[in-house]
């Protein structure tokens, strides 16, 4: 299984510690037999549960504008942003189990990465645009866009796989929000034909179409 970058030793630890807490109720008696080998269960559980956060699948990247992360589409509406202007907000929410690697929805160049420290509201609440987040703004075909990472109650860390100036292409890595979070991006509106999600969709990084562009 392939684990997203950086995240190794999020499964190494537990899992040396389950090693080490395993062979140690080997050499224990009663009691304490039962304690290290219970902790050694409970480490191996968390091992397999970092295993399954951190994976990063490989994708057969879609067309048009793909899904800057896997989730459930909690938001789809038209805004006036202070960046793009008159633009189509479409909002994903991530839950533990989803795979937390955000990819690019298009080719560009990035422009401008900025860091807001905040609180760690629920992803899915209005007052979460208050939490914690990272802005990043790319130049594209179809001008401007912007995508939002904003951490959740559990995710503490966003990492960015990019920094200003890199050019990517669709479907690149662009960085990670650990435990749980949301992913909104911002198109602007006059480039935009069609919206092909849905709310409460289930969609995939990198693969699936989000939306269309204007001819």
């Known amino acids: 299984m392939k684990l997203a970058p950086g995240s190794l030793s999020?499964?190494?630890v537990p899992f040396v510690f389950f090693l080490f807490f395993l062979i140690l109720s080997i050499f224990l008696k009663e009691i304490l037999v039962s304690v290290c080998f219970f902790i050694s269960i409970i480490l191996l559980l968390l091992t397999g549960f970092f295993?399954?956060?951190f994976r990063d699948p490989k994708r057969d990247i879609g067309k048009a504008i793909v899904a800057p992360a896997d989730g459930?589409?909690?938001?789809i509406k038209n805004i006036v942003d202070e960046d793009i202007g008159k633009c189509m907000k479409?909002?994903?929410?991530?839950?533990?189990?989803?795979?937390?690697?955000n990819r690019m929805p298009l080719d560009g160049v990035i422009k401008n990465i900025t860091h807001h420290t905040g609180s760690y509201l629920p992803a899915y609440k209005k007052e979460s645009d208050r939490n914690e987040r990272v802005i990043l703004t790319i130049k594209t075909d179809i001008g401007i866009i912007k995508i939002v990472q904003i951490?959740?109650?559990l995710a503490r860390r966003i990492v960015s796989y990019v920094k200003e100036k890199d050019k990517v292409k669709k479907g690149d890595k662009i960085g990670i929000i650990k435990f749980g979070s949301r992913v909104?991006?911002?198109?602007?509106?006059?480039?935009?034909?069609?919206i092909t999600v849905n709310l409460n969709d289930r969609?995939?990084?990198?693969?699936?179409t989000i939306a269309e562009i204007n001819d």
């Open 10 to 12: 999020w499964v190494l």
């Open 151 to 153: 951490a959740g109650t």
């Open 203 to 208: 969609i995939k990084a990198g693969e699936n």
């Open 184 to 194: 909104d991006i911002f198109l602007p509106a006059d480039k935009i034909k069609n």
């Open 90 to 101: 479409i909002s994903t929410f991530m839950n533990v189990y989803n795979v937390h690697v």
């Open 72 to 75: 459930r589409i909690r938001e």
């Open 51 to 53: 295993l399954i956060f």
